[in-house]
């Protein structure tokens, strides 16, 4: 399959248009192309009418690709070179608009590679909603997989794949991915920053608080760091009210705390300060679970601090609190909090996965399920035809006979 990129190592798919289909989004001047470079199973659908009128939705969401056969469909994702060992931020993209005339929104898994990402919940069919993962891939390619867990037939609006610096993000790792929770602008008013602001494509919401006052600035701002942070969301803060602490908190669902978070907060100094002014603070999470003392941010240049473990819990309270030598309040710039998704399942061995990949291709081997993911695992979807090693010493899993 010829697999179309676009900005930097990009692949951008828009779920069910039209084969050799593309276009140029209008607001994000991100290139869409359609997905049957990447599957082959999958029926093409359209939202309704009552849907688009409702929402008015961005264009990748009039259309979608649905799955009413088969326990396991994937998308086979291949970056600019060899994926493997490297990290990417993968978004995937779900509005139902009642494409099948049912009004039943389906409920099901998403899969990335052979661990499981999350499970795909709409709060109603006009409504649309996405998911980001970063992910450092096992395997040459990166496969996304809906799967059927009897809710509901899976669907599928939008891919997306971001390469990342594999100096940021750090506490995603072959064996943990992050999934994203939050990703705040804080003290920015325009909501949904992404490409081109920001050139990997994170989507960054406002976050403004009665407590706080949003300050911000115009001048250039350095932002040489592995995070690549945009300037329209690093030019702009919150500092407290009232008072000399600034207060941060979240929770997080049962199964989001289990593997604990990552939080990262990017931090830089807006305001040219006087030779008698200071702002200097320090960061306690939870009580002390995570603290740093004493820190003063640089003047239009970006310092992240992140923990360097996962933190655990399911309600998370940051206190950024002013020194005592300190003649100006804490800051906070933008923040993002990642739930921790163990990815401990390994792959089929790559020799192995090469080899049948190309008996199927040679010989145009049509089984019912040879286009859905990894041929061993998970087992309860392992290649028709296959027999696998089921032994655990094994690792990674080897296809023993055809």
């Known amino acids: 399959m010829i697999q179309t990129l676009s900005v930097k190592g990009f692949i951008s798919i828009d779920c069910g248009i039209a084969r050799n289909g593309g276009y140029t989004d209008d607001t994000y001047k991100i290139t869409y192309t359609s997905d049957d470079e990447f599957i082959d199973t999958g029926v093409n659908a ?15 969401y009039v259309t979608l690709r649905s799955f009413p056969n088969g326990t396991r469909n994937c998308y086979n994702l291949s970056p600019s070179g060899d994926a493997k060992g490297k990290k990417y931020l993968i978004r995937a993209s779900f509005m139902y608009g009642n494409y099948d005339g049912k009004n039943e929104i389906p409920q099901f898994d998403l899969h990335v590679g052979v661990n499981r990402w999350t499970t795909v919940e709409l709060p109603d069919a006009s409504s649309f909603i996405y998911y980001e993962i970063i992910h450092v891939s096992r395997t040459t390619n990166v496969s996304v997989c809906l799967v059927d867990t009897g809710g509901g037939v899976p669907f599928i609006s939008g891919l997306e794949l971001r390469p990342l610096d594999g100096e940021s993000y750090m506490g ?8 994203k929770h939050l990703r705040y602008n804080c003290g920015g008013h325009q909501d949904f920053i992404r490409f081109p602001d920001d050139t990997l494509d994170r989507i960054w919401r406002s976050y403004n608080q009665t407590t706080q006052n949003p300050i911000s600035t115009t001048s ?12 329209a969301v690093m030019s702009t803060a919150v500092t407290p009210s009232t008072g000399d602490a600034l207060d941060f908190d979240w929770q997080t669902s049962v199964g ?3 593997d604990g978070q990552h939080i990262y907060m990017h931090f830089m100094e807006l305001q040219q300060l ?3 002014e200071s702002r200097k603070f320090g960061i306690e999470i939870n009580g002390g679970q995570y603290s740093y003392n004493a820190f003063q941010p640089g003047y239009l240049s970006v310092i992240t601090i992140f923990s360097i473990y996962p933190l655990n819990g399911s309600a998370y309270n940051v206190s950024i609190q002013k020194t005592n ?13 990642y739930s921790v998704r163990p990815m401990q399942i390994s792959p089929t061995y790559d020799q192995d996965v090469e080899a049948i990949t190309n008996i199927k291709t040679t010989y145009s081997i049509k089984k019912n399920n040879w286009n859905s993911g990894d041929p061993c695992f998970l087992r309860e979807y392992s290649w028709d035809g296959l027999n696998c090693s089921t032994d655990v010493s094994i690792n ?7």
């Open 46 to 60: 359209k939202i309704t009418s009552a849907s688009m009128s409702a929402n008015n939705p961005r264009k990748l």
């Open 172 to 179: 995603a790792t072959q064996d943990s991915s992050l999934l």
């Open 220 to 231: 250039n701002v350095n932002r040489n760091n592995n995070f690549s942070l945009p300037s």
């Open 256 to 258: 989001d705390s289990k």
């Open 274 to 276: 006087k030779t008698n």
């Open 325 to 337: 030598d300190s003649t100006l309040p804490p800051i906070l710039n933008p923040v993002e909090v």
């Open 396 to 402: 990674p899993p080897r296809i023993i006979s055809l």
